[in-house]
């Protein structure tokens, strides 16, 4: 998808002007920069898209920890030399 809109964009610059967001999405700069004034907005319609993700049937899982299913422990030193392959 990223080949076919950027080989588009090359060919016709001019279609940004009828799906300007389906191009900011694989080209940099195509959509102005963010302003401040309107992070409440930009806030607002974030939690919008989640609310309709999740009643869609998209959900967040566990989000307790960074890398679910990563048990590897490194508390003892044991632990890290056996690792590294040393005994």
Do not use: H
Request: net charge positive.
């Amino acid at each position: 998808m990223a080949n076919t809109v950027k080989g588009l964009y090359t060919l016709r610059p001019e279609w940004v002007q009828m799906a300007p967001t389906l191009f900011s999405k694989f080209i940099p700069n195509i959509l102005p920069p963010a302003v401040e004034s309107e992070l409440s907005e930009y806030a607002a319609q974030d939690q919008k898209l989640q609310r309709e993700l999740m009643q869609n049937g998209f959900m967040r899982g566990d989000q307790s920890r960074k890398r679910a299913g990563d048990e590897l422990t490194y508390n003892s030193p044991s632990a890290c030399a056996s690792s590294r392959g040393y005994s």
